[in-house]
T-cell receptor, first 116, second 114 residues
Framework: AQKVTQAQTEISVVEKEDVTLDCVYE???????LFWYKQPPSGELVFLIR??????QNEISGRYSWNFQKSTSSFNFTITASQVVDSAVYFC?????????????FGEGTQLTVNP | DAMVIQNPRYQVTQFGKPVTLSCSQT?????MYWYQQKSSQAPKLLFH???????NEADTPDNFQSRRPNTSFCFLDIRSPGLGDAAMYLC?????????????FGPGTRLTVL
């Protein structure tokens, strides 16, 4: 069975601080996909990144960066120089390489609050 | 812009009164999903359509049904809403091709049951 753990339920930072959101996953599959989604107060889940299990390259997109380490089953997300607009719930998710659609297993989410 | 659209954004219904939520997409994706998300919880998959094939999750109550009349549209029917069905309902789509498993979500419909 798959499982995603986001140990940090809530994080509060002051604007311009760097913040890292942790994600640890469990799966028996050798091929899988990891995702991060952002859910602002409006409720829409916004796709941020997908990482394939066979691609351990870290990725940077503007102020966002992701660190994927298969050895520790972790896929952590760092926001550099946080801004108030980054305030949201962030979900880490895992899916198997199914042929009939991808079933996402979500973590419980981390509520990030960035204070001015 | 290609997108996933949900209507209405807010729906109020009475206890036991059937309600239908709508989802449409312009992404031409072949897989469509319905999730239920309660306050401070992660989204929970109710069911999904792979093309015309319906896939129900084992723990989805019979009270929840779905229809997909064509590629672009998918409906969620709640036959007899209870107070416990008040939640955000999220529709998502994905394209089932090798290496492409990203789900794209609509803005959601927030359901209130009085």
């Amino acid at each position: 069975a798959q499982k995603v753990t986001q140990a940090q339920t809530e994080i509060s930072v002051v604007e311009k601080e760097d913040v890292t959101l942790d994600c640890v996953y469990e799966t028996r599959d050798t091929t899988y996909y990891l995702f991060w989604y952002k859910q602002p107060p409006s409720g829409e889940l916004v796709f941020l990144i997908r990482r394939n299990s066979f691609d351990e390259q870290n990725e940077i997109s503007g102020r966002y960066s992701w660190n994927f380490q298969k050895s520790t089953s972790s896929f952590n997300f760092t926001i550099t120089a946080s801004q108030v607009v980054d305030s949201a719930v962030y979900f880490c998710a895992l899916s198997e390489a199914e042929t009939s659609g991808s079933r996402l297993t979500f973590g419980e989410g981390t509520q990030l609050t960035v204070n001015p | 812009d290609a997108m996933v659209i949900q209507n209405p954004r807010y729906q109020v219904t009475q206890f036991g009164k059937p309600v239908t939520l709508s989802c449409s997409q312009t992404l031409n994706h072949n897989v469509m999903y319905w999730y239920q998300q309660k306050s401070s919880q992660a989204p929970k998959l109710l069911f999904h359509y792979y093309d015309k094939d319906f896939n129900n999750e084992a723990d989805t109550p019979d009270n929840f049904q779905s229809r997909r009349p064509n590629t672009s549209f998918c409906f969620l029917d709640i036959r007899s809403p209870g107070l416990g069905d008040a939640a955000m309902y999220l529709c998502a789509t994905s394209m089932s091709l090798a290496g492409t498993h990203t789900q794209y979500f609509g803005p959601g419909t927030r359901l209130t049951v009085l």
